[in-house]
T-cell receptor
Framework: NAGVMQNPRHLVRRRGQEARLRCSPM?????VYWYRQLPEEGLKFMVY????????ESGMPKERFSAEFPKEGPSILRIQQVVRGDSAAYFC???????????????FGDGTRLSIL | DQQVKQNSPSLSVQEGRISILNCDYT??????FLWYKKYPAEGPTFLIS?????DKNEDGRFTVFLNKSAKHLSLHIVPSQPGDSAVYFC????????????FGQGTILTVHP
């Protein structure tokens, strides 16, 4: 009974490198969401995707960050030219078609801890 | 602009007693509210939710109350157990951004044996 799977669990990058975070939603879920948690803070929404579509990217930084959810394979959150301030826990969540509006909560993975040296 | 606020950073309760966690919101467009529990190094786990058409929802030891006029919700855990010790987040969604959850800062609950 696989839940939301994220990998890697921990990722270390040097400043200027690229970070790729992967998320496989729960079986039967077609909506994916990415959140970021900085130390001592709550989770902040980044982006909401359906297969091959970005539905809401209002929380994404304007530069260096991108996300996709292709027809086949996991959702990818990509951070180019990472900086120290990108160090955080990145969580992915998924929900069935219909999502919040039909009383379906989002279910979260265990996150990727990104550390920038 | 903190649209969802949990004003108590921490709460300590004796085992068997009631735990009450509070949450306030400012955005009147929010119409769906959720509570999540989070352990260190794990993702948030969904606990219970409530739609704005209700004022109470109950699931086992967990009850969520919604006061729309006060823009306030609370989570009651009865009876509290040591395994309930975790960080609790309230979250809200609604309006045109129905897929976006807005989270509070979290409350650390400690249940003492």
């Amino acid at each position: 009974n696989a839940g939301v799977m994220q990998n890697p669990r921990h990722l270390v990058r040097r400043r200027g490198q690229e970070a790729r975070l992967r998320c496989s939603p729960m079986k039967g879920h077609s909506h994916v969401y990415w959140y970021r948690q900085l130390p001592e803070e709550g989770l902040k929404f980044m982006v909401y995707l359906q297969k091959e579509n970005i539905i809401d990217e209002s929380g994404m930084p304007k530069e260096r960050f991108s996300a996709e959810f292709p027809k086949e394979g996991p959702s990818i959150l990509r951070i180019q030219q990472v900086v120290r301030g990108d160090s955080a826990a990145y969580f992915c969540a998924s929900s069935p078609a219909g999502g919040q509006g039909r009383g379906q909560p989002q279910h979260f993975g265990d996150g990727t801890r990104l550390s920038i040296l | 602009d903190q649209q969802v606020k949990q004003n108590s950073p921490s709460l300590s309760v004796q085992e068997g007693r009631i735990s009450i966690l509070n949450c306030d919101y400012t955005n009147s467009m929010f119409d769906y509210f959720l509570w999540y529990k989070k352990y260190p190094a794990e993702g948030p786990t969904f606990l219970i939710s409530i739609s704005s058409i209700k004022d109470k929802n109950e699931d086992g030891r967990f009850t969520v109350f919604l006061n729309k006029s006060a823009k306030h919700l609370s989570l009651h855990i009865v009876p509290s157990q040591p395994g309930d010790s975790a960080v609790y987040f309230c979250a809200a969604s609604g309006g045109t951004s129905y897929g976006k959850l807005t989270f509070g800062q979290g409350t650390i609950l400690t249940v003492h044996p």
